[in-house]
């Protein structure tokens, strides 16, 4: 019989074992042989991935899916649940094999910006998007980019991980294999995108004159700061201003603005 770990909501049974494995935190493994004593989905909330099931002890005890899992650091099959980096989504412009789908509501892409090389398919819109009721010219008309291949490489992103996590179950019901989810997402990119630019201030000036081809800005010259519409700009301009670049602006319109006011496509 099972002792009561604290953790049994979040046990991770993989059907491939010959007994039940039990991932902690601290990354050891306790071994429950008595299985078959086992109930698997308890209050039907099982989930199946790769021969795997889920065990909860309490409904209300379940939390969302990580990469294709219940809890994905209690997984005893990792292998099943890819992730995207920081540093992969980072590289996707030498990368046109790949396509990073981000499900954020339009409004927000307009608020925060967008991650480079990404395309926009709603939460809502996700599972009409990849079913076979939408054809590939259409996909291709609404989203200006070919309807991906059910194993073409995908990488889906939101805020904070949690819809990009929903929208892949979604299209993994629909066949599509290749699909990983980028869990750190807008704000993960947008705080370490924030970290380079204090990193790169911090260069020598020898250093910044070879990687730039200009003079590294003193701490008095005058610095702009742009993006999308005004809010990357800011943290760029706020974390320049705590280093001491004193005279740091941001150019609030960003290139929405520029574009419009230059009658130029904002794409």
Known sequence: ??????????????????????????????????????????????????NCKVLVSSKS?????????????????MAANPIATYEEVKDLPNHPEKL??????????????????????????????????TSSSEFERL??????????????????????????DIIEKLGYTNA????????????????DLETELNLSSDNFREKYGREKPSKTNEIMFHCSKGGRGQKACDAAIAMGFVNARNYKGGWNEWAEKESLSKE
């Open 100 to 133: 990073l789908i981000d499900v954020r509501e339009p409004h927000e892409l307009q608020e925060t910006g967008k991650i480079p090389t990404s395309i926009n398919i709603p939460l809502g819109d996700v599972e009409r998007a990849f079913s076979d009721n």
């Open 180 to 195: 990983r989810n980028f869990k750190g997402s807008w704000t993960e990119w947008a705080e370490k995108e924030v970290a």
């Open 61 to 77: 005890q379940v939390i969302h899916r990580v990469s294709g899992c219940l809890c994905s650091q209690f997984c005893t099959n």
């Open 1 to 50: 019989m099972l002792k009561n770990t604290g953790l049994l909501h979040k046990i991770f049974v993989n059907r491939n074992l010959p007994s039940l494995l039990l991932r902690q935190q601290t990354g050891s493994l306790s071994t429950f042989t008595n299985t078959n004593s086992i109930k698997l989905n308890t209050y039907n909330v099982g989930i199946q991935t790769q």
């Open 143 to 168: 989203y200006g980019v070919p309807k991906p291949k059910v194993d073409d490489y995908l990488i889906l992103s939101c805020r904070t991980g949690r819809r990009s996590q929903t929208a892949i």
